[in-house]
């Protein structure tokens, strides 16, 4: 496999609109290759995940994940390839406030058995991941909802890379945080993304962070339905 991402005369119109929010020639991603997304409020961002996560079905084109055309498979085939493959930190972190740091982790291998499988000891796993996202064990069994910003986060981040999916999408995750934090983070997300082997998209409006990755992509230059007439 070539790509872990292959997108081509992607265009996607939300019902009852006239004008597509995205027309995307084409757009891909290497296994293991860390690429910055950038684009202000507007460009499609947002709806370029969704349609990448299979949440959304585009009205023509092609997105190949993992070499599996997803508009191919059903609604429920969607779903479980998406659980098998994807890891995703959210803007929002989306944690379950009710579960501790270790079930918010190991949720994803109880929607994936090949996740689960990857990860072996699912516990163990996630163990080792939230000792290199630098969160100590004994906040490990504390609600979500008793975390600092800063710590779920870093909890978003091991949720996403348990049982080493080939593609990790953030979405602006460090929107929140001071320019030291947000280094810091960037710093253990990297690591663990090359110890998982996964490929990285990493959607953010912060230039300065572009220097660190491996590639730059401005989503304004390639969806057409962005650019000014």
Do not use: Y
Not at 5 to 21: K, N, S
Not at 109 to 131: K, M, N, T, W, Y
Not at 150 to 160: F, P
Not at 217 to 224: K, M
């Amino acid at each position: 496999m070539n790509r872990v991402l292959d997108i081509e005369d992607l265009r996607f119109t939300w019902p009852g609109q006239d004008e597509a929010v995205l027309a995307i020639e084409r757009l891909t991603i290497a296994p293991g290759e860390k690429l910055f997304l950038h684009g202000p409020s507007g460009s499609g961002k947002s709806t370029l995940l969704a349609a990448i996560g299979a949440l959304v079905v585009p009205q023509a084109g092609r997105i190949e994940l993992c070499g599996q055309d997803l508009s191919s498979l059903s609604r429920g085939g969607r779903d479980r390839f998406r659980a098998d493959h994807l890891g995703v930190i959210f803007q929002q972190f989306n944690l379950l406030p009710w579960l501790d740091v270790t079930a918010n982790v190991t949720l994803p291998c109880r929607f994936s058995r090949a996740r689960a499988r990857r990860a072996g000891d699912v516990e163990a796993a996630a163990a080792r991941l939230l000792e290199g996202m630098d969160l100590e064990s004994s906040l490990w069994h504390r609600r979500a909802d008793q975390l600092s910003v800063g710590q779920q986060q870093r909890v978003a981040a091991a949720r996403a890379l348990i049982g080493q999916p080939d593609l990790v999408l953030a979405d602006e995750p460090t929107s929140s945080l001071d320019a030291d934090r947000r280094d810091r983070f960037l710093d253990l997300l990297f690591e663990r993304i090359e110890e998982a082997g996964s490929a990285l998209l990493f959607v953010s409006h912060d230039r300065q962070l572009a220097v660190r990755f491996d590639r730059v992509v401005d989503l304004p230059e390639i969806n057409r339905a962005a650019m000014p007439a």
